[in-house]
T-cell receptor, first 111, second 116 residues
Framework: GENVEQHPSTLSVQEGDSAVIKCTYS??????FPWYKQELGKRPQLIID?????GEKKDQRIAVTLNKTAKHFSLHITETQPEDSAVYFC??????????FGAGTRLFVKA | KAGVTQTPRYLIKTRGQQVTLSCSPI?????VSWYQQTPGQGLQFLFE???????NKGNFPGRFSGRQFSNSRSEMNVSTLELGDSALYLC???????????????FGPGTRLTVL
């Protein structure tokens, strides 16, 4: 069945450093790739998304890249801050239907 | 617009009982998906409803069921509860327009179910 693999499961960085989280999807029909951030005790919140007709998208310190050929997409956070500490989920879907989530990456940003 | 709401927020049940959880999507959203979240297990897809029809189903036993009403509100039911059903149950709604122009899922706060 469809699957999204996410790595690493845990990531610890020093404040100010960059963090990169990588995901691989299996369903070639996937065309929408959102990233969610979930802080402790809160609901997942969309932070950035990318569609299959775009290779890269940036929003301030956050960027996402997509390689459709390799079925890879990645989240890049630059100049990390302690408030970036959370669990991040990648997901892949077909036009918003049948969304499959990765297992999540717990990011720790050390001050 | 009001966000996705879920009721109840917390629930304690005993093994063997059944439970019904409710989700009200953002006004105008036609798709509702349900997820189970347990510590270290990420978001496990349960099912997705669109226009009162179940479009997709995850790999959960038949004890887990759901439905969607004409106003897009959705309920999920778990019968014969087991200890392992203790989890945070999240629903998410999306606009799901034709062509997928707006595909983002917005999550509710979740219902934390504890089975004793």
């Amino acid at each position: 069945g469809e699957n999204v693999e996410q790595h690493p499961s845990t990531l610890s960085v020093q404040e100010g450093d960059s963090a990169v989280i990588k995901c691989t999807y299996s369903d070639s029909a996937s065309n929408y790739f959102p990233w969610y951030k979930q802080e402790l005790g809160k609901r997942p919140q969309l932070i950035i998304d990318i569609r299959s007709n775009v290779g890269e998208k940036k929003d301030q310190r956050i960027a996402v890249t997509l390689n459709k050929t390799a079925k890879h997409f990645s989240l890049h956070i630059t100049e990390t801050q302690p408030e970036d500490s959370a669990v991040y989920f990648c997901a892949a879907s077909q036009g918003g239907f049948k969304t499959i989530f990765g297992a999540g990456t717990r990011l720790f940003v050390k001050a | 617009k009001a966000g996705v709401t879920q009721t109840p927020r917390y629930l304690i049940k005993t093994r063997g009982q059944q439970v019904t959880l409710s989700c009200s999507p953002i006004s105008g959203h036609r798709s509702v998906s349900w997820y189970q979240q347990t510590p270290g297990q990420g978001l496990q897809f349960l099912f997705e409803y669109f226009s009162e029809t179940q479009r997709n189903k995850g790999n959960f036993p038949g004890r887990f069921s759901g439905r969607q009403f004409s106003n897009s509100r959705s309920e999920m039911n778990v019968s014969t509860l087991e200890l392992g059903d203790s989890a945070l149950y999240l629903c998410a709604s999306s606009l799901a327009q034709a062509g997928g122009a707006t595909d983002t899922q917005y999550f509710g706060p979740g219902t934390r179910l504890t089975v004793l």
